[in-house]
Nanobody
Framework: QVQLVESGGGLVQAGGSLRLSCAASGRIAGTSAMGWFRQAPGKERQFVAA????????DYADSGKGRFTVSRDNAKNMVPLQMNGLKHEDTAVYYCAADPGSWSLRLDSNAYKYWGQGTQVTVSS
């Protein structure tokens, strides 16, 4: 069974940093396009970052460019998201997602087949 487990969320002051991790079961991380999304209370889920299966192509939402860095370690089945310069508006539940078998960059949440349970990020202003 495919499992994605996020960790690393928490409470941080504005300007601080957090490093989220997504641990994927089996070989899914190495054979999937991966993405990070977030959802704040009362708002729709929104794209944060995505990385191709090979790790060669990465994209970010404008809100995170210059502050967030996504990477992947296929040997460890991990997809970290480093978040620096956090702002109050970054407060949300963060989810990682996988689209197995895809070689493309996936920016649309509908493209992803598997999701983690989410990890809460709260940024105090």
């Amino acid at each position: 069974q495919v499992q994605l487990v996020e960790s690393g969320g928490g409470l941080v002051q504005a300007g601080g940093s957090l490093r989220l991790s997504c641990a994927a079961s089996g070989r899914i991380a190495g054979t999937s396009a991966m993405g990070w999304f977030r959802q704040a209370p009362g708002k729709e889920r929104q794209f944060v970052a995505a990385v191709t299966r090979s790790g060669g192509i990465i994209d970010y939402a404008d809100s995170g460019k210059g502050r967030f860095t996504v990477s992947r370690d296929n040997a460890k089945n991990m997809v970290p998201l480093q978040m620096n310069g956090l702002k109050h508006e970054d407060t949300a539940v963060y989810y990682c997602a996988a689209d197995p078998g895809s070689w493309s960059l996936r920016l649309d949440s509908n493209a992803y087949k598997y999701w983690g349970q989410g990890t809460q990020v709260t940024v105090s202003s």
